[in-house]
Nanobody, 122 residues
Framework: QVQLVESGGGLVQPGGSLRLSCAASGSIFSINPMGWHRQVPGKTRELVATITSGGNTNYADSVKGRFTISRDNAKNTVFLQMNSLKREDMAVYYC????????????????WGQGTPVTVSS
């Protein structure tokens, strides 16, 4: 079993910053990629950013230049630094990981965190 535990969401004023963290635990052989998606009620979940174990990153156009994704491979943890937050960034943010288990490294599993809300309001 693999668990993803997110933290760091909350209330922030427009123009402010937040840092999200997501730690994966379990009998993990490898994790690639890790990333963040977000969802607004009534809308589909959308990709925010992903990062490979080698450090290659991908961002949604709407967050480029404002958000930075990073990871600590040794701790199976991914971070999302969010700066210059806008009201349209308000959503529930979900951590994502592509995981292979020690017990079966050939099988690729997709795992999601429980979500952490980000509220942008003055």
């Amino acid at each position: 079993q693999v668990q993803l535990v997110e933290s760091g969401g909350g209330l922030v004023q427009p123009g402010g910053s937040l840092r999200l963290s997501c730690a994966a635990s379990g009998s993990i052989f490898s994790i690639n990629p890790m990333g963040w998606h977000r969802q607004v009620p009534g809308k589909t979940r959308e990709l925010v950013a992903t990062i490979t174990s080698g450090g290659n990153t991908n961002y949604a156009d709407s967050v480029k230049g404002r958000f930075t994704i990073s990871r600590d491979n040794a701790k199976n943890t991914v971070f999302l630094q969010m700066n210059s937050l806008k009201r349209e960034d308000m959503a529930v943010y979900y951590c994502y990981a592509g995981v292979r288990l020690v017990s079966d490294p050939r099988t690729y599993l997709e795992r999601w965190g429980q979500g952490t809300p980000v509220t942008v309001s003055s």
